[in-house]
């Protein structure tokens, strides 16, 4: 394909739900098939979700203040919002206009202008989350989605190095809150942390949550993940907290590994990481047998069980 800029559009429309020219995409960017609207549908609405408010949102769910402050940009930028600010694919497509832009315009001046907005939006609405969010990818059960997660990545990296480190810690990053210790604060807020990756550290999806499942011998509650992880306690609380610590453990690791790029960003989200596997440690080490704050989780799923 022929820029970057175009390479980058394309990778945009291919975190779409798939359309006709999304054959031909994947064909000029030798992704090895093309998606169909099933691995679409499991890959991107059942496990890996493509919007930013998800992943740095403080609730890990859309919309919010992410979601707004996904919306401000596009407004302070001279563009009206489209009607999902923070999907992948918008995002993806504005940056690409911002970068077409600081390339073809004429004027000196006006170039530097386009290129320290499509630096700014790079950082703040991109890098903040992508990097955690696509290496997650792998294994997921599409080798074509696995094609295209390693060749945006690759994009993204390469946009970093091209705009040089980031002035600050993303809004994004900067307004996440900590993960909040179940003994202090509850099983629920507990639960609502560990499944906003901004404050965890970690991505966890319905596929870890079937592996893990099957690695620590629960059985799997369908919906919610978070009735799933209630399951899970009710069950083995020690083996979850410690396979729950190993997933984290894993996860600091492979946030690590892009910290030439991304500096403070990775050191971000690998600290976070790190703290929520010393926070699932502790937990595991004061609370011998069933631990006293997962008694309101474990009656949810009692209560959920009666229902069903």
Known sequence: MGSRVELIRALGVLSEAPGP????????????GAPDPECFANTFLLQLYPYSSVYVGNEGMLGGEARDRAAGAWTALGRTPPPEPDHLGALLGLYAALAEHAEIDPEPAEQALWGAAASGFLWEHLLSWTMPYLDRFEGIGSSVYEAWARLL???????ARRHGPAAALPLHLRSATDLPDPRESGSEAFLTGLLAPVRSGVLLTRADLARG???????LRMGERRFAL?????????????????????????HSEWSEDLGMIADFWSSRARATGDLLGSLRESDAGEPGWMNDATRESEVADARD
């Not at 899970?232 to 600091?252: V, Y």
Request: proline share 0%; aromatic share 6%.
């Open 213 to 219: 499942a099957e690695d620590i011998g629960v059985g």
């Open 230 to 254: 209630r399951a899970f306690f009710s069950q083995d609380a020690d083996a979850t907290l410690g396979w729950l610590s190993r997933h984290s453990e894993a996860a600091a690791h492979s």
């Open 153 to 159: 990545a690759d994009a993204l990296r390469q946009e």
């Open 21 to 32: 020219e999304h054959g031909r995409l994947a064909d000029l960017l030798d992704l090895g």
